[in-house]
């Protein structure tokens, strides 16, 4: 079954299986100079690229983030890994603006939906 | 490779495969009334299931909310599913919590961290 959400916080959602990457950082204390630019950057460059499906993010008050993107197969996350804008994005993440992640690379096998109408 | 990180915002992650349980909300506008306390609730019966692993959680001041549960097997998962609390609570979260939602069952393949140390 597809998910077409009405509400555009919520990734579409084609038949399973598609590929999740689940990004969940903790971002340092103090100024995060250029974070919020460089984050929307990637948003649109990830956009971009093939094999894209969608995303969905949260940033907690305490510094707590989720991204989960979704992708069409390993070949497109392997991709957008390696892309050279997104590789210095991620080398900035580790220098300023992270003080820890943890990234998974899941296989989505099933999903549902609710939706209040 | 384990990962053991030491920002407890972050779950534990044992060595892949592994199931996680992507559930991304929406809440409704308006008071949210029992709402704290039951996910308070929920986060300490689950840790009580067997198979449970962790959890990760974010939830923006714009109403999205992104939990990641950690399961062992997929059996776990739908034992907690049917958990007659959390049943209570997931009906309460389609009549008064959320206005959408999408819950997607993965498999972890891999994983990698970063901690700044």
């Known amino acids: 079954m597809t998910i077409s959400p009405s ?3 919520l990734s ?9 990457v689940i990004f969940t ?3 340092n204390d103090g100024p995060l100079d250029g974070y919020s630019q460089t984050a929307e950057d990637m948003v649109r460059l990830a956009a971009e690229q093939s094999g894209y499906i ?11 983030g989720i991204t989960v ?3 069409e197969n ?13 590789m210095t994005a991620q ?3 580790r220098n300023k603006w992270y003080r820890a992640y943890i990234t998974r690379i899941a296989r989505v096998d099933r999903h549902y ?4 109408t």
């Open 7 to 9: 509400d555009k916080r």
């Open 12 to 20: 579409h959602a084609p038949e399973p299986p598609y590929m999740a």
């Open 25 to 27: 950082s903790i971002q």
């Open 54 to 64: 969608g995303y969905e993010s949260a940033h907690d008050r305490d510094g707590t």
């Open 69 to 71: 993107s979704y992708w």
């Open 74 to 86: 390993e070949a497109s996350i392997k991709k957008w890994k390696q892309q050279a804008d997104h």
């Open 91 to 93: 080398k900035a993440g």
């Open 113 to 116: 939906a609710f939706e209040n």
